[in-house]
């Protein structure tokens, strides 16, 4: 059975930075895709940033250049690296991973800006 593990969250002042991690355990293969998705109090789901198993990157408007996500081939990992934080980057942060024999998502971690 796969699951995703995520860390990383936490409480963090404006300006400041996180780094999430997302690891997957279990039997996986192939993993083309890892995404990152953030979901704010009374919003929908939003997807943040993405990574294909090439290492091409795409990110929503609203972080590009401020967040970077990377992974870890090897031991199945995503990480989220997210700098310049603000009251809007207040959310649960998911991932996703999209895989050869299906789609699996982490149970979120809260992330909270505030001074």
């Known amino acids: 059975q796969v699951q995703l593990v995520e860390s990383g969250g936490g409480l963090v002042q404006p300006g400041g930075s996180l780094r999430l991690s997302c690891a997957a355990s279990?039997?996986?293969?192939?993993?083309?895709?890892m995404d990152w998705y953030r979901q704010a109090s009374g919003k929908e789901r939003e997807l943040v940033a993405s990574?294909?198993?090439?290492?091409?990157?795409n990110y929503a408007g609203s972080v590009k250049g401020r967040f970077t996500i990377s992974r870890d081939n090897a031991n199945n990992t995503a990480y989220l690296q997210m700098n310049s934080l603000n009251s809007e980057d207040t959310a649960v942060y998911y991932c996703?991973?999209?895989?050869?024999?299906?789609?699996?998502w982490g149970q979120g971690t809260k992330v909270t800006v505030s001074s």
């Open positions: 996703k991973f999209s895989a050869i024999r299906g789609i699996y």
């Open positions: 279990g039997r996986i293969f192939s993993i083309y895709r």
């Open positions: 990574i294909s198993n090439g290492g091409s990157t």
